[in-house]
Protein backbone atom coordinates (compact mmCIF):
# COMPACT_ATOMS: atom_id res chain seq x y z
CA UNK A 1 0.00 0.00 0.00
CA UNK A 2 2.77 2.53 -1.23
CA UNK A 3 1.42 6.03 -1.81
CA UNK A 4 1.34 7.02 -5.90
CA UNK A 5 4.10 8.89 -6.87
CA UNK A 6 3.67 12.38 -8.00
CA UNK A 7 6.34 15.64 -8.71
CA UNK A 8 6.47 18.04 -5.64
CA UNK A 9 5.36 21.08 -7.42
CA UNK A 10 4.55 22.52 -11.05
CA UNK A 11 4.02 25.60 -12.92
CA UNK A 12 2.83 27.67 -15.68
CA UNK A 13 1.87 30.44 -16.58
CA UNK A 14 -1.93 32.22 -17.07
CA UNK A 15 -3.14 30.65 -20.25
CA UNK A 16 -0.49 27.36 -20.50
CA UNK A 17 -0.60 24.28 -19.81
CA UNK A 18 0.63 22.17 -17.02
CA UNK A 19 0.64 18.23 -16.83
CA UNK A 20 1.35 16.11 -13.43
CA UNK A 21 2.29 12.53 -13.37
CA UNK A 22 0.78 10.01 -10.84
CA UNK A 23 3.39 6.71 -10.98
CA UNK A 24 2.13 3.67 -9.45
CA UNK A 25 2.18 -0.41 -10.30
CA UNK A 26 0.50 -3.17 -11.65
CA UNK A 27 -1.57 -3.66 -8.73
CA UNK A 28 -2.76 0.06 -8.75
CA UNK A 29 -2.67 2.61 -11.66
CA UNK A 30 -1.56 -0.35 -14.11
CA UNK A 31 -3.86 -2.81 -13.36
CA UNK A 32 -6.84 -0.26 -13.31
CA UNK A 33 -8.94 2.02 -15.33
CA UNK A 34 -9.64 3.21 -11.76
CA UNK A 35 -7.66 6.47 -11.50
CA UNK A 36 -9.11 9.76 -9.96
CA UNK A 37 -7.65 13.17 -9.14
CA UNK A 38 -8.03 15.92 -6.67
CA UNK A 39 -8.24 19.12 -5.99
CA UNK A 40 -7.55 20.55 -2.86
CA UNK A 41 -7.18 24.22 -1.79
CA UNK A 42 -5.29 25.39 1.00
CA UNK A 43 -7.52 24.72 4.36
CA UNK A 44 -10.19 23.28 2.77
CA UNK A 45 -11.43 19.74 1.54
CA UNK A 46 -10.28 17.87 -2.01
CA UNK A 47 -12.32 17.95 -4.36
CA UNK A 48 -13.26 15.36 -7.29
CA UNK A 49 -11.93 16.94 -10.75
CA UNK A 50 -11.34 13.21 -12.86
CA UNK A 51 -12.36 9.76 -12.39
CA UNK A 52 -12.14 6.88 -14.13
CA UNK A 53 -8.98 8.00 -15.77
CA UNK A 54 -10.48 10.85 -18.18
CA UNK A 55 -14.13 11.37 -17.04
CA UNK A 56 -15.14 14.65 -15.49
CA UNK A 57 -17.91 14.89 -13.06
CA UNK A 58 -20.83 17.46 -13.94
CA UNK A 59 -19.52 21.34 -13.42
CA UNK A 60 -15.17 20.43 -13.86
CA UNK A 61 -14.07 22.46 -16.56
CA UNK A 62 -13.03 20.77 -19.84
CA UNK A 63 -9.53 22.63 -19.28
CA UNK A 64 -9.04 20.00 -16.83
CA UNK A 65 -7.94 16.20 -18.54
CA UNK A 66 -6.64 12.86 -17.66
CA UNK A 67 -4.96 9.99 -19.29
CA UNK A 68 -2.88 6.66 -18.35
CA UNK A 69 -0.37 4.49 -20.14
CA UNK A 70 0.67 1.98 -17.98
CA UNK A 71 1.62 2.13 -14.56
CA UNK A 72 1.16 5.90 -15.00
CA UNK A 73 -1.68 8.42 -15.52
CA UNK A 74 -1.44 11.96 -16.15
CA UNK A 75 -3.51 15.38 -15.39
CA UNK A 76 -3.75 18.00 -17.91
CA UNK A 77 -4.51 21.36 -16.95
CA UNK A 78 -4.60 23.51 -20.21
CA UNK A 79 -5.19 27.43 -20.46
CA UNK A 80 -3.91 27.44 -16.33
CA UNK A 81 -6.19 30.37 -14.69
CA UNK A 82 -5.88 32.01 -11.04
CA UNK A 83 -7.97 29.43 -9.29
CA UNK A 84 -6.36 26.96 -10.77
CA UNK A 85 -3.67 26.86 -8.26
CA UNK A 86 -3.84 24.21 -5.65
CA UNK A 87 -2.53 21.06 -4.34
CA UNK A 88 -3.30 18.39 -6.44
CA UNK A 89 -3.65 14.40 -5.62
CA UNK A 90 -4.33 11.42 -7.92
CA UNK A 91 -6.13 7.86 -6.49
CA UNK A 92 -5.89 4.62 -7.83
CA UNK A 93 -8.64 1.87 -6.91
CA UNK A 94 -6.46 -1.56 -5.64
CA UNK A 95 -8.75 -4.30 -5.28
CA UNK A 96 -9.53 -4.28 -1.45
CA UNK A 97 -7.53 -1.16 -0.72
CA UNK A 98 -7.33 3.02 -1.93
CA UNK A 99 -4.22 4.62 -2.49
CA UNK A 100 -3.82 8.74 -3.08
CA UNK A 101 -0.95 10.10 -4.33
CA UNK A 102 2.46 12.13 -2.54
CA UNK A 103 0.55 14.78 -4.41
CA UNK A 104 1.39 17.79 -6.40
CA UNK A 105 1.72 22.06 -5.44
CA UNK A 106 0.71 23.59 -8.76
CA UNK A 107 1.60 27.10 -9.38
CA UNK A 108 0.64 29.80 -11.12
CA UNK A 109 3.04 32.27 -12.06
CA UNK B 1 -27.13 19.03 -1.77
CA UNK B 2 -24.72 16.18 -0.08
CA UNK B 3 -23.52 17.54 2.70
CA UNK B 4 -21.37 15.52 5.03
CA UNK B 5 -20.46 16.75 8.68
CA UNK B 6 -17.56 15.66 10.95
CA UNK B 7 -17.20 15.80 14.57
CA UNK B 8 -15.50 14.16 17.55
CA UNK B 9 -11.95 15.43 17.06
CA UNK B 10 -9.77 16.92 19.73
CA UNK B 11 -6.86 16.18 21.62
CA UNK B 12 -5.88 13.22 23.23
CA UNK B 13 -2.99 11.33 24.58
CA UNK B 14 -1.23 8.29 23.29
CA UNK B 15 -2.54 4.91 23.64
CA UNK B 16 -6.09 6.90 24.12
CA UNK B 17 -9.11 6.67 21.98
CA UNK B 18 -11.28 8.75 20.45
CA UNK B 19 -14.71 8.01 18.09
CA UNK B 20 -15.53 10.53 14.67
CA UNK B 21 -18.81 11.51 13.69
CA UNK B 22 -20.18 12.02 10.59
CA UNK B 23 -24.10 13.01 9.89
CA UNK B 24 -24.74 12.95 6.00
CA UNK B 25 -27.83 14.42 4.36
CA UNK B 26 -28.95 15.43 0.79
CA UNK B 27 -28.47 12.12 -0.30
CA UNK B 28 -29.79 8.79 0.30
CA UNK B 29 -27.13 7.49 2.76
CA UNK B 30 -27.65 3.82 3.32
CA UNK B 31 -27.23 3.69 -0.74
CA UNK B 32 -23.84 4.41 -1.06
CA UNK B 33 -20.13 3.14 0.53
CA UNK B 34 -18.60 5.31 2.56
CA UNK B 35 -15.14 6.26 3.56
CA UNK B 36 -12.68 7.73 5.90
CA UNK B 37 -9.76 9.51 4.03
CA UNK B 38 -6.99 11.37 7.02
CA UNK B 39 -4.57 14.08 6.25
CA UNK B 40 -1.77 14.53 8.42
CA UNK B 41 -0.38 18.42 8.64
CA UNK B 42 1.36 19.29 5.80
CA UNK B 43 1.36 15.98 4.36
CA UNK B 44 -1.23 14.00 1.72
CA UNK B 45 -4.30 12.32 1.90
CA UNK B 46 -4.23 8.66 3.16
CA UNK B 47 -6.91 6.52 2.79
CA UNK B 48 -8.13 5.10 6.01
CA UNK B 49 -11.52 2.46 5.36
CA UNK B 50 -13.90 1.50 3.61
CA UNK B 51 -17.44 0.40 4.95
CA UNK B 52 -20.49 -1.22 2.32
CA UNK B 53 -23.95 0.40 2.23
CA UNK B 54 -25.32 -2.46 4.76
CA UNK B 55 -22.18 -2.72 6.79
CA UNK B 56 -21.35 -6.30 5.90
CA UNK B 57 -17.61 -5.30 4.21
CA UNK B 58 -15.25 -3.00 5.98
CA UNK B 59 -11.77 -2.33 4.60
CA UNK B 60 -9.05 -0.30 6.13
CA UNK B 61 -5.66 0.67 5.43
CA UNK B 62 -2.79 -2.10 6.65
CA UNK B 63 -1.29 0.96 9.52
CA UNK B 64 -4.92 1.31 11.41
CA UNK B 65 -6.09 -2.68 11.71
CA UNK B 66 -7.09 -3.83 14.47
CA UNK B 67 -7.03 -0.31 16.12
CA UNK B 68 -9.73 1.59 14.08
CA UNK B 69 -13.28 0.45 13.86
CA UNK B 70 -15.26 2.44 10.40
CA UNK B 71 -19.12 1.38 10.81
CA UNK B 72 -22.70 3.12 9.87
CA UNK B 73 -26.28 3.90 10.93
CA UNK B 74 -28.28 4.26 8.40
CA UNK B 75 -31.49 4.87 10.68
CA UNK B 76 -29.28 7.83 11.81
CA UNK B 77 -27.97 8.65 8.04
CA UNK B 78 -24.04 8.36 10.56
CA UNK B 79 -20.93 7.21 9.53
CA UNK B 80 -18.33 6.91 12.89
CA UNK B 81 -14.82 5.55 13.30
CA UNK B 82 -14.22 4.21 16.68
CA UNK B 83 -9.56 5.02 16.97
CA UNK B 84 -8.06 3.07 19.55
CA UNK B 85 -4.45 3.03 20.86
CA UNK B 86 -3.80 6.13 19.03
CA UNK B 87 -0.36 7.05 18.24
CA UNK B 88 1.04 10.17 17.31
CA UNK B 89 1.00 9.07 13.53
CA UNK B 90 -2.52 8.85 13.67
CA UNK B 91 -2.57 13.08 14.36
CA UNK B 92 -4.41 14.31 11.08
CA UNK B 93 -7.70 16.21 9.66
CA UNK B 94 -10.11 13.26 9.37
CA UNK B 95 -12.21 13.27 6.77
CA UNK B 96 -15.71 11.91 5.38
CA UNK B 97 -16.83 10.90 2.25
CA UNK B 98 -19.06 9.36 -0.15
CA UNK B 99 -17.67 6.64 -2.18
CA UNK B 100 -18.16 5.46 -5.40
CA UNK B 101 -18.42 2.25 -7.01
CA UNK B 102 -18.24 3.22 -10.75
CA UNK B 103 -17.57 -0.39 -12.31
CA UNK B 104 -16.56 -2.36 -9.80
CA UNK B 105 -17.10 -3.82 -6.76
CA UNK B 106 -15.46 -1.97 -4.17
CA UNK B 107 -15.21 2.10 -4.19
CA UNK B 108 -13.18 3.79 -7.06
CA UNK B 109 -13.85 6.96 -5.70
CA UNK B 110 -14.76 9.64 -3.65
CA UNK B 111 -17.25 12.22 -4.81
CA UNK B 112 -18.54 13.97 -2.02
CA UNK B 113 -16.32 15.65 1.20
CA UNK B 114 -16.82 16.83 4.03
CA UNK B 115 -14.72 19.86 5.39
CA UNK B 116 -12.80 17.30 8.08
CA UNK B 117 -12.12 17.27 11.51
CA UNK B 118 -8.62 17.11 13.07
CA UNK B 119 -7.30 14.79 15.83
CA UNK B 120 -4.21 15.65 17.90
CA UNK B 121 -2.72 12.79 19.45
CA UNK B 122 -0.11 14.23 22.12
CA UNK B 123 1.37 14.32 25.51
Known amino acids: QSALTQPPSASGSPGQSVTISCTGT?????????VSWYQQHPGKAPKLMIYEVSKRPSGVPDRFSGSKSGNTASLTVSGLQAEDEADYYCSSYAGSNNVFGTGTKVTVL | EVQLVESGGGLVQPGGSLRLSCAAS????????MSWVRQAPGKGLEWVANIKQDGSEKYYVDSVKGRFTISRDNAKNSLYLQMNSLRAEDTAVYYCARARIVGARKPTLFDYWGQGTLVTVSS
Open chain 2, 26 to 33: GFTFSSYW
Open chain 1, 26 to 34: SSDVGGYNY
